[in-house]
């Protein structure tokens, strides 16, 4: 490519194609753009071989300029050629002898037009009004391709949109209206179209409700945001809706655009949601109150017992009972899972073993009985963990059964463990044929410490996978001894989350402290 060098820097440069056989002619017309102003970076094509290959390769060009009359190539060609690329390019022909006739036929062939050899010096003004020309046409082009893309576009979201979008005049009359009107309302677009707005929504049939007519107001259009009211189908239901309505200006005109969302499952749905929420609310008070509302008053005993449910309700379980003054009975379970359902079981499994104590003296009955009604009401499908612990006041002492849940604690004044209230049984609920054990007699000292617990904090995981255990929760309780024994229930909470770094823990967990305290 030839640049044709120039003492000003400021000349706009002109990227040139010339097509002619005579590289003298070529510079000659180089020569006369750059006196006109231009910069020009010429480069010089003979075949249409060469000329194919410029255009396709070697652009982007500002301008073509082409001779007439070439030993071995026409010039028709070369246009041909251009109008195949679809490349909008100015071709100009210069030429020495080109007559009128073929000037004609060459311009009707796409030549923008044409310059005499001997008359060079209109080529400047020629080649800068076409590529002002070439800039115009670009710029209309992208405007009508951007046009085309935000018809496309509004057409897309006209025809798709799940919200009905309507158009009314200022006589409150339907001007048109997008498919979706036909899906909440029935009525096909044609028949709404001309139709006043009150044929969705009668005034008569709403009287407490807010308007669509409301958009317009003495001839002008209302412009109010999302609101919720109602409208008739075409069967004559009421529909729920939500309705907005903006101002557009069409042909000069105001006219209010509504966007419409049919409401009416959501609506029904949120209904749904809240009589849930209410029942989920009354399902905890009952929940709550299943639980004893204050620790017993048992002589010589400082007792305790909290529940932590990882959801709304959980499924863990502890009771205290007692049909003498001088013993009392402690439960605590757990239901396989948690929520609603392992709740529900656990309400079961404390009436059962309530009714069961009045007419049972020893625990191994009370837990066998009980298995033998859970088993046929769970078919299988849960269980239930349970610890049963009977304390007797003087001389201070227990027996326990223990249907499959994790090992209780008895631990000295000093923290240390004096025993572990292992399994007697699998859990209730698999075998409706299973027997349980109770324990022999167990002594208890004043300062001794008695553990029952869920498994919900001990298998609490740190952020680095390590899980809390039942170390933890006995080094918590022997640094804690002195305190009551609800302190020390809230001190294991704490710890456990703490290590989990979690406000919250993903399991159930339930404890019961029990303290043997001198006897005012």
Same mark, same amino acid.
């Given at each position: 490519? &030839?640049?044709?060098? +120039? ?16 590289? !003298? ?12 102003? !231009? ?29 007439? !009359? ?24 210069? +030429? ?38 070439? /800039? ?6 992208? #405007? ?16 798709? @949109? ?83 309505? @903006? ?7 105001? *006219? ?18 809240? %009589? ?9 008070? *009952?929940?709550?109150?299943? =639980? ?11 007792? #305790? ?38 709740? *529900?079981?656990? #309400? ?5 073993? /309530?009714?069961?104590? %009045? ?8 837990? &066998?009985? &009980? ?21 007797? +006041? ?39 044929? @299973?027997? =349980? ?47 009551? +024994?609800?302190?020390? *229930? ?9 290590? #989990? ?20």
């Amino acid at each position: 490519m &030839t640049k044709i060098s +120039s003492a000003s820097s400021k000349k706009p440069s002109l990227r040139l194609l010339v097509v002619d056989d005579s590289a !003298f002619d070529a510079q000659m017309i180089a020569a006369k753009l750059q006196i006109y102003g !231009f910069e020009p970076e010429m480069e010089r094509v003979e075949t249409l071989a060469g000329f194919r290959n410029s255009v396709i390769s070697g652009g982007p060009w500002d301008v073509i300029i082409s001779d007439y !009359f070439m030993p071995d190539l026409k010039m028709m060609d070369t246009l041909e050629c251009l109008k195949k690329t679809k490349l909008d390019i100015p071709f100009i022909i210069v +030429s020495g002898g080109i007559g009128e006739a073929e000037a004609v036929a060459a311009m009707k062939a796409g030549a923008n037009d044409y310059v005499l050899k001997d008359n060079l010096q209109k080529l400047g003004a020629v080649v800068e009004r076409e590529l002002r020309d070439a /800039r115009v046409r670009r710029a209309q082009k992208e #405007a009508e391709i951007a046009l085309k893309e935000s018809e496309y576009r509004y057409r897309t979201l006209w025809e798709n @949109s799940k919200d009905a979008l309507i158009l009314v005049k200022t006589d409150g009359k339907i001007l048109l209206c997008s498919p979706a009107s036909e899906t909440i309302f029935g009525y096909p677009g044609e028949f709404l179209q001309q139709q006043l707005l009150s044929t969705l929504q009668p005034p008569e049939r709403f009287p407490q409700l807010p308007l669509l007519n409301e958009c317009i107001k003495n001839g002008a259009v209302h412009i109010f945001e999302r609101t919720e009211t109602q409208a008739l189908h075409k069967t004559g239901k009421v529909v729920d809706i939500e309705v907005d309505v @903006s101002k557009i200006i069409l042909k000069g005109e105001s *006219i209010a655009c509504l966007s419409i969302r049919d409401v009416t499952e959501w609506k029904r749905s949120q209904a749904e949601r809240n %009589r849930s929420k209410e029942q989920l609310r009354i399902a905890q008070e *009952i929940h709550k109150n299943l =639980y004893p509302s204050e620790p017993p008053d048992f002589p010589g005993y400082d007792i #305790a017992g909290k529940s932590y449910p990882a959801e709304e309700i959980g499924g863990d379980y502890f009771d205290f009972f007692s049909e003498s003054e001088h013993t009392l009975d402690v439960g605590l379970g757990d239901v396989s899972g948690h929520g609603l359902g392992p709740a *529900i079981l656990m #309400a079961e499994t404390r009436a059962y073993l /309530r009714i069961l104590s %009045r007419t049972r003296e020893s625990l191994d009955e009370i837990l &066998t009985r &009980t298995n033998e009604v859970l088993a046929e009401d769970m078919a299988g499908k849960h269980y239930v963990t349970l610890t049963l612990l009977r304390l007797i +006041s003087r001389p201070p002492s227990l027996i326990y059964a223990n249907a499959g849940h994790i090992a209780g604690y008895i631990l000295d004044s000093g923290g240390q463990v004096k025993q572990r209230l292992t399994r007697t049984g699998i859990v209730l609920g698999r075998k409706e044929n @299973s027997t =349980y054990t109770q324990s022999e007699f167990i002594a208890l000292d004043e300062g001794d410490l008695i553990l029952l617990m869920t498994d919900g904090m001990q298998e609490v995981f740190s952020e680095s996978e390590e899980m809390f255990g039942p170390e933890r929760i006995l080094e918590v309780i022997r640094k804690n001894m002195k305190k009551t +024994s609800s302190q020390i *229930i809230d001190e294991i909470y704490k710890a456990g989350i703490t290590f #989990a770094n979690s406000p919250s823990l993903d399991d159930d967990f339930t404890c019961v402290i029990i303290k043997v305290t001198p006897v005012n």
